[in-house]
């Protein structure tokens, strides 16, 4: 299972910001995104992609690819999606109190969604998946 990740819209660059008295330009946040823009782009993303659906499919594999959307704020023990539930690499559930690693978690949700496109289920997801 893989995130369906929307690769070239995140190395987009960011919106022109223009002060509306002076007309000059505002920060937009530009130079930071330029480094995980590299980051993404030196990592190769798409190749890796591309290279995990290759062997998968010369070995008779299926890879699927899953809607990423929420995966790192979801809780897995109660289903709770909160912003607040993830603090860094820090996942806290807001309404359990469920924590763990939050990429690990999010890694686990990723994988949960997929074995449910499997099977066709629409449960919730919990600890023991």
């Known amino acids: 299972a893989l995130e369906d990740l ?36 030196d990592a190769s993303w798409g190749e890796l992609i591309l290279n995990i659906e290759y062997l998968a499919a010369k070995q008779g594999k299926v890879v699927i690819k899953v809607n990423p959307k929420y995966s790192s704020q979801e809780c897995r023990n109660c289903g709770h999606k909160d912003k607040y539930n993830r603090d860094g690499e820090k996942f806290i559930c807001t309404e359990c109190g469920y924590h763990e690693h939050a990429d690990i978690g999010a890694a686990k949700t990723i994988r949960f969604r997929a074995l449910n496109l499997v099977r066709g289920d629409s449960a919730k997801p919990g600890i023991s998946a």
Request: proline share 0%; with cysteine; aromatic share 2%.
């Open 6 to 41: 929307n690769i070239s819209g995140m190395m987009r660059r960011c919106r022109v910001k223009v002060d509306e008295k002076t007309g000059g330009f505002l920060k937009n946040g530009q130079s930071r995104k330029k480094g995980l823009n590299r980051s993404i782009s």
